[in-house]
């Protein structure tokens, strides 16, 4: 082995060389975290993905707690609506009841206005009544539970109504009981 002339050998020389290789290596790895890998990347959209949809999951779910409950206050605000137009044909109906008459006729006549009352609320509510004797059959309306043969009706005439049918725009809230000629 050559000596310098600091009396040192020579061998330390390539040792300097590797430790500026380490340095190199450790300053090139501290260059690759500073800019992230394809993996690292990856992982963050994945993270910012899972947590969009945890958001969106919550915010859901908040809304279909929320739509129930104003569903809930709807189906109640709707109930005392109906029960607040009721109530005087109630008040009168006890009323009837509560009253003692000898005449039949007199009686007869309350319940008659009693009724009256009663068809008036439901009017004003856009509820309607149908099925009449004579009525064409119609099957989206009425509920045949009889059948007569009858030559005075033609064919598919409603010949007797057992209960009437109520209908709201549309959509029918009880088909009439109906017997139909055939």
């Known amino acids: 082995m050559a000596k310098k002339e600091t009396g040192k050998p020579e061998t330390e020389q390539p040792v300097e060389e590797v430790k500026t290789e380490e340095v190199k290596t450790e300053e090139a790895a501290a260059g690759?975290?500073?800019?992230?890998?394809?993996?690292?990347?990856?992982?963050?959209?994945?993270?910012?993905?899972?947590?969009?949809?945890?958001?969106?999951?919550a915010e859901y779910d908040n809304y279909r707690k929320r739509t129930a409950k104003e569903k809930a206050e709807l189906n109640n605000a709707c109930k005392s609506a109906l029960i607040a137009e009721l109530l005087p044909v109630i008040d009168n109906l006890d009323r009837a009841m509560a009253h003692n008459t000898d005449n039949p006729?007199?009686?007869?006549?309350?319940?008659?206005?009693?009724?009256?009352?009663?068809?008036?609320?439901?009017?004003?509510?856009?509820?309607e009544s149908f099925g009449e004797t004579g009525d064409a059959f119609d099957p989206n309306l009425h509920n045949a539970v009889m059948h007569i043969e009858d030559e005075n009706l033609g064919e598919n005439t409603v010949a007797a109504v057992f209960a009437k049918g109520y209908r709201l725009g549309d959509k029918v809230i009880r088909p009439a009981t109906v017997q139909v000629a055939n």
């Open 32 to 57: 690759e975290t500073a800019q992230p890998s394809e993996k690292e990347k990856l992982q963050a959209a994945l993270n910012d993905a899972n947590d969009r949809f945890l958001r969106l999951a």
């Open 105 to 127: 006729n007199e009686y007869k006549k309350g319940v008659e206005m009693i009724g009256s009352q009663f068809y008036a609320v439901l009017e004003k509510l856009g509820i």
